[in-house]
């Protein structure tokens, strides 16, 4: 448990120190954006963001440490959970006015994935050495109190102490995420290093496990006893029964096919074999594995290969074959090794299969297909090397370019595609650089899309239901803006009220009873009462109601005035629109009581009291007079959740 302190103690304070540099980053990055800005409100915004970030800081570090201590504490009492994205956000709790959540998750979920991509490797050597010291029991991307997944959570917590509104938050995120996605690997090799000094799986290798039963020997090899840090990602790397037996079948007749044909003096695709037979007898007049294998770097290492791999020209099939027989030619020496056997010139007609197959296909998008045709070479030494690649359809290398083209088919649309497009080509560039004659590079290389693949995937998701959800929102912000609509307008007909005031029910008022509705539903009493501010400004308006209950009236036209402009205030109505609304409504009130007094002048009564009463009516008819409010027109209004 000292250990695992100790670890605590170090992630904490760099963590905790990354998160206070970041502030300055995170400060002159509002300034730049207040300065470019067109207008006063939005400049306001960010200086106020400005003035929050300071008064707020030592707030924002203390959920920080919080949210990271409690991380650890669950994570240290084994009682941690991991939630799928499905959970965390669940489409039946959601409303309208949670989009600000939504939009947090999306911006965290964005850093965690590249932090996570970026850090694989490093990040499941540190999930075995942790298990290991909690007796084997699994440690997750998301379960590790250290890795960016519960980092970022505490992130968040910490930004949304600082109270700001939904546009200038996004922007304290993506200062947050350049700073931290680089300097995760920092301090997830260090913790690395400090349980390694400690003899925690000193000899751990990084590797993807290619099917179930290899758990045991592979867990021996890096000397961890445990079955979870043998089998990293078995389930994705797994097809089922029925398909690995179609496939094999295939295999075999090909195979089949291929041997029924005998020796031939060009491969499936037309490229001729020159001066290289074919009928070699595998002993020592045919090439060699390492012959295969020096002709096929030698390739890959021209000025014309790497020129086209950089610049993304596609490389035909028919090219590939031509380089390896023109390749072999130069090496072949007739005093010892200058055939090629049978099985090897099948071999580079099935990886010429495999590749005009995949490049055929009109699902992908000819960048992806350009990128992709570069690893024929590559792959092709693989085949000629190990002879399990082309039967072994979960071999590493398989599974890794069968998952680029599945993704490339399903996410690029377009040449400047921003993220599975350079993924793809950096998973590429890493395979021809990294492969000379090792095949583990693609262990590490599948360990590492497959992470993309998944994070991807998982934003993905987000992102539909975000959409769902909005949509839906709005479906149900349009039934209760029309049922509020209804309300107002069954009592609109009944009654004839002054224009200004109609103007005001049935616009912004409409949309604070369709925001009530929504968030609080028709049997609520926020429904009722702003049903029944309608019914009393209606009765605020009319000289005859107002007539009735002239003692009351000034208590309830300033109870009414408080109730509409708070409903105003509530769904962020414009304040100089608001205070026009509300001038006119006073000014149709008084109206209407005066309107009363006079009714009660002309009727019987003392010389005293029509005086007084003549008098009055006149001064306040000036005073209404002298404050009429300019016409002031009225937004498109809809309900702003971050007043309320």
Known sequence: MELLNNCRDHAHKFYGDLLLAAEKTINDALFEQAEQCTNNEEQRRYFEAMQQLKDRSGAMHTAFRHEMGKSFQIFASGQEEEASVEEQIDIGNLSLVQRDELEDELAISVIVSKSNSRNSETLWKLNKRMAAMRGGKSVSDETNPFGPHRVCEALQM????????????????????????????????????????????????????????????????????????????????????????????????????????GNRTQTAGGVSFAGVATDGSGGEDSFSTMDYALALSAIQQSKAFLSAAALNRPLPAEKVEENLIDQLTKQGDENSRHKMTQGDADTVDLVGMIFRYMLDDPNLHDAVKSLLSHLHTPYLKLALMDKTFLDNYQHSARVLLNTMAEVGGKWVKKDNERTVLPKIKTIVENILKGFVDDPSVFDRLLEDFTRFKENIEKRSRMVEKRNTESQQGLEKLELSRQQASDEVDARLDIDDIPESVADLLRQPWIDFLAFNLLRHGQDSLTWESALKVVDGVMWSVKPSAVADNKDDFKRHQSDLEISVSDGLKTIGYDPDASKGLLNSLKEAQELAYHHSVMEAVNEPASAEVVETATRDTAVTNEAAVAVKPKATPLPNLKPNPERH
């Open 158 to 261: 910490g930004v949304a102490e600082l109270s700001l509104d939904n546009k200038t938050r996004i922007l304290v995120y993506k200062q947050l995420g350049k700073i931290f996605v680089i300097s995760f690997a920092k301090e997830l090799d260090a913790l690395n290093d400090i349980l390694t000094e400690k003899g925690i799986l000193p000899n751990l290798r990084f590797s993807v496990t290619k099917a179930q039963q290899s758990a045991a020997p592979q867990a021996n090899a890096t000397g961890d006893s445990s079955p979870e840090a043998a089998v990293t990602d078995t389930e994705s790397l797994k097809e089922s029964p029925s398909s690995i037996a179609h496939q094999q079948d295939l295999y075999n007749s090909i195979r089949a096919l291929q041997s029924a044909v």
